[in-house]
């Protein structure tokens, strides 16, 4: 098991880029978070999907940011014109989504926008 | 919403010390509670889930036990190893599925 998988690990952009992120969930696993984790604000919930689909995006900020999961075996985040102040780590989590189940997490993309 | 208040650190200690971490919580609904530990470069790892009130959850030598009363589930350790250097966070489960984090608490253990 090779747990959760994203990629890149770094990202560099230059403001006003797209920046796309991607994630691999644990096999079998039918929920998948992604959260931010900054100095300032700490971690942060986005978004969730279960079994593909997107049932909760109340953390997403509201203009720039999607998230899609077209497969069960990787969703994507996508950050368009991004601007410095989305430099953070964006961390993927899944788990197996029976009740409040152990949510495992990836390494993280830290994504810096110049 | 939701939120969650830990110890800030860093917090700084001898090998064989004693460790303890205060969380307190405020949420309108009944949570589910979590210690998390994250190492460099690595995302977030559970440690332990905190059962039922005024029951202890444990891992690898760490406790917390939920009081309800205080809405509190601190985080504790009789005797810290150097490998227990990291960043502890406490955090509670909003709807089955939703993690709010605390802020975070670093630890570093000196050998």
């Known amino acids: 098991n090779a747990g959760v998988i994203q990629t890149p690990r770094h990202k560099v952009t230059g403001k006003g880029q797209e920046a796309t992120l991607w994630c691999e969930p644990i096999s079998g696993h039918s929920a998948v978070f992604w959260y931010r984790q900054t100095i300032v604000q700490g971690l942060e919930f986005l978004t969730y999907f279960r079994n593909q689909a997107p049932i909760d995006d109340s953390g997403m900020p509201k203009e720039r940011f999607s998230a899609q999961m077209p497969n069960q075996s990787h969703s994507t985040l996508k950050i368009q014109s991004t601007q410095p102040q989305d430099s953070a780590v964006y961390l993927c989590?899944?788990?197996?989504?029976?009740?409040?189940?152990?949510?495992?997490f990836g390494p993280g993309t830290r994504l810096t926008v110049l | 919403g939701d939120s969650v208040t830990q110890t800030e650190g860093p917090v700084t200690l001898s090998e064989g010390t004693s460790l303890t971490v205060n969380c307190s919580y405020e949420?309108?609904?009944?949570?589910?509670l979590f210690w998390y530990v994250q190492y460099p470069g690595e995302g977030p790892q559970l440690l332990f889930k905190?059962?039922?009130?005024?029951e202890k959850g444990s891992s690898r030598g760490f406790e917390a036990t939920y009081n309800k009363e205080a809405t509190s589930f601190h985080l504790q350790k009789a005797s810290v190893q150097e490998s227990d250097s990291a960043v502890y966070y406490c955090a509670l489960s909003e709807m089955g599925y939703k993690l709010t984090f605390g802020t975070g608490t670093s630890l570093l253990v000196d050998p």
């Open positions: 989590a899944s788990s197996s989504g029976t009740g409040d189940a152990e949510q495992f």
């Open positions: 905190v059962p039922k009130a005024n």
């Open positions: 949420t309108k609904q009944y949570p589910t």
